[in-house]
């Protein structure tokens, strides 16, 4: 429960901790020969060395502790639109990474992690339904959730929203996918038609969404809105709030651990630290004080006992603070600056001006065969260059020829005719000053 106190947070996150290390030493090929050299019992973080997404691709045979897994019958069953909704083996929900860190990556859920993440972002949704608007809007819209998020592959939230669908056939007319990557107007017209309860997706959309809102063109009431997957600010948070006259709670998660933190009642993102634990950390990986905004940021899933996660380098910057929040809850309050992309905006063919948003763009590029990491830089009004790191045993010009062909068709789809791509000379690279990496921006 989210009104626990701090030593009962604290035990039962030594408790799972201590049954996950257990757990790993004994089924993990890969941990356990990280760990060779560390001193048993091992019952701290402190002393193991951090992880990296190449280094779970890299591994990943030895790194999942089921030996009926293996790396390149995921990765067909991935490759493969007709399994989407459906588990690998009959047992595990795959969710692929679109790269927004800077590498992509595959990641398998167990019942029980699924389980976890799902009850963490309820028990703080919950006070926020405790409204008699919010229950009538719950109503009058049938509970019906709209998730905003890149459809056609088995990323989380498409194929999160599939799973239900297929599992739960009564209420599979009760949950939709909206993707970003079909023309504005098009989302629009969906979302008027559905009339969704709820709305959960990327922020970057939900803030495109609230302007045409106010414009008119967008005729919503929802009950309850989860901007995820983005940063956003607490004023963009609170012009969500006017425009749709809905509770707004802030999920941050990823991929690799859905409900990281969720927003409180004041207005606080609280980490959920009996189920994950986060280690804010210096570009050495070591500690930094709290208030201070760290340069990555160390996730241990305490749930997923399928693919591991110890110490892994999820890549966000994220500041953490000792101060107890005005809200009562022991939990510890966390800000987050997250990763970096824009929307870009560009003129159609009829001369209005659309937005593109970052993730789906860096979703066309990053779902071709071949292409390892990208970074997308708007030059030009209507100009693209895009930067590209390969993966082996591919042909480079085959694969370009590839992106470009997929990227003029997207744009075509959004009536955005005559677009420039070009292929850039440098390879994908973090900043040089803030050494973050961003994957969609403009210097135009």
Same mark, same amino acid.
């Given at each position: 429960?989210?009104?626990?106190?701090?030593?009962?947070?604290?035990?039962?996150?030594?408790?799972?901790?201590?049954?996950?290390?257990?757990?790993?030493?004994?089924?993990?090929?890969?941990?356990?020969?990280?760990?060779?050299?560390?001193?048993?019992?091992?019952?701290?973080?402190?002393?193991?060395?951090?992880?990296?997404?190449?280094?779970?691709?890299?591994?990943?045979?030895?790194?999942?502790?089921?030996?009926?897994?293996?790396?390149?019958?995921?990765?067909?069953?991935?490759?493969?639109?007709?399994?989407?909704?459906?588990?690998?083996?009959?047992?595990?929900?795959?969710?692929?990474?679109?790269?927004?860190?800077?590498?992509?990556?595959?990641?398998?859920?167990?019942?029980?992690?699924?389980?976890?993440?799902?009850?963490?972002?309820?028990?703080?949704?919950?006070?926020?339904?405790?409204?008699?608007?919010?229950?009538?809007?719950?109503?009058?819209?049938?509970?019906k959730i709209a998730e905003i998020a890149v459809?056609?592959?088995?990323?989380?939230?498409?194929?999160?929203?599939?799973?239900?669908?297929?599992?739960?056939?009564?209420?599979?007319?009760?949950?939709?996918?909206?993707?970003?990557?079909?023309?504005?107007?098009?989302?629009?017209?969906?979302?008027?038609?559905?009339?969704?309860?709820?709305?959960?997706?990327?922020?970057?959309v939900l803030l495109e969404l609230e302007r045409?809102?106010?414009?008119?063109?967008?005729?919503?009431?929802?009950?309850?809105?989860?901007?995820?997957?983005?940063?956003?600010?607490?004023?963009?948070?609170?012009?969500?709030?006017?425009?749709?006259?809905?509770?707004?709670?802030?999920?941050?998660?990823?991929?690799?651990?859905?409900?990281?933190?969720?927003?409180?009642?004041?207005?606080?993102?609280?980490?959920?630290?009996?189920?994950?634990?986060?280690?804010?950390?210096?570009?050495?990986?070591? %500690?930094?004080? *709290?208030?201070?905004?760290?340069?990555? #940021?160390?996730? +241990?899933?305490?749930?997923? @006992?399928? &693919?591991?996660?110890?110490?892994?380098?999820?890549?966000?910057?994220?500041?953490?603070?000792?101060?107890?929040?005005?809200?009562?809850?022991?939990?510890?309050?966390?800000?987050?600056?997250?990763?970096?992309?824009?929307?870009?905006?560009?003129?159609?063919?009829?001369?209005?001006?659309? %937005?593109?948003? *970052?993730?789906?763009?860096?979703?066309? #590029?990053?779902? +071709?065969?071949?292409?390892? @990491?990208? &970074?997308?830089?708007?030059?030009?009004?209507?100009?693209?260059?895009?930067?590209?790191?390969?993966?082996?045993?591919?042909?480079?010009?085959?694969?370009?020829?590839?992106?470009?062909?997929?990227?003029?068709?997207?744009?075509?789809?959004?009536?955005?005719?005559?677009?420039?791509?070009?292929?850039?000379?440098?390879?994908?690279?973090?900043?040089?000053?803030?050494?973050?990496?961003?994957?969609?921006?403009?210097?135009?």
């Amino acid at each position: 429960m989210k009104n626990a106190s701090e030593a009962e947070i604290r035990e039962r996150q030594q408790r799972r901790l201590q049954e996950l290390l257990d757990f790993v030493l004994r089924n993990s090929r890969f941990y356990k020969r990280l760990y060779d050299d560390i001193d048993r019992p091992i019952t701290t973080l402190d002393s193991l060395p951090p992880v990296t997404k190449s280094q779970l691709m890299e591994h990943f045979d030895s790194v999942v502790t089921d030996t009926a897994v293996e790396l390149d019958d995921v990765a067909d069953f991935t490759g493969a639109t007709a399994t989407l909704g459906e588990r690998f083996l009959g047992r595990y929900p795959v969710w692929m990474t679109s790269g927004t860190t800077g590498e992509p990556g595959i990641f398998l859920q167990d019942d029980w992690s699924k389980t976890a993440t799902d009850a963490v972002r309820v028990r703080w949704a919950l006070s926020a339904l405790f409204d008699l608007q919010t229950i009538k809007r719950l109503i009058r819209h049938k509970g019906k959730i709209a998730e905003i998020a890149v459809g056609g592959g088995h990323f989380a939230g498409a194929s999160g929203v599939e799973i239900f669908r297929k599992e739960h056939r009564r209420l599979q007319d009760r949950i939709r996918l909206v993707s970003p990557d079909q023309p504005l107007s098009e989302v629009i017209a969906e979302l008027n038609e559905y009339q969704p309860a709820v709305l959960i997706g990327y922020a970057t959309v939900l803030l495109e969404l609230e302007r045409k809102q106010r414009s008119g063109q967008l005729k919503l009431s929802p009950a309850y809105i989860a901007p995820t997957g983005e940063p956003i600010t607490s004023e963009e948070k609170d012009r969500l709030r006017t425009t749709f006259g809905a509770s707004v709670r802030e999920i941050y998660g990823a991929t690799e651990f859905y409900g990281i933190g969720v927003e409180c009642e004041r207005g606080n993102v609280h980490v959920n630290t009996d189920w994950v634990i986060l280690e804010p950390v210096d570009a050495d990986y070591q %500690p930094v004080d *709290p208030g201070e905004p760290s340069e990555t #940021v160390l996730v +241990t899933n305490l749930a997923n @006992r399928i &693919q591991p996660l110890v110490r892994y380098d999820l890549g966000d910057s994220v500041t953490m603070y000792e101060e107890r929040c005005p809200c009562g809850s022991a939990f510890p309050v966390i800000e987050v600056e997250g990763r970096q992309g824009e929307v870009l905006h560009f003129e159609t063919d009829e001369g209005n001006e659309i %937005p593109i948003f *970052p993730l789906a763009l860096t979703s066309v #590029v990053e779902e +071709t065969p071949g292409v390892r @990491r990208s &970074q997308i830089v708007k030059t030009g009004s209507k100009r693209l260059r895009i930067r590209l790191e390969f993966e082996e045993k591919f042909d480079e010009e085959s694969v370009w020829k590839t992106v470009e062909n997929e990227l003029s068709d997207f744009f075509a789809t959004q009536g955005v005719g005559d677009i420039s791509i070009e292929q850039a000379t440098e390879a994908p690279a973090r900043d040089s000053q803030s050494g973050k990496f961003r994957h969609v921006w403009s210097e135009a």
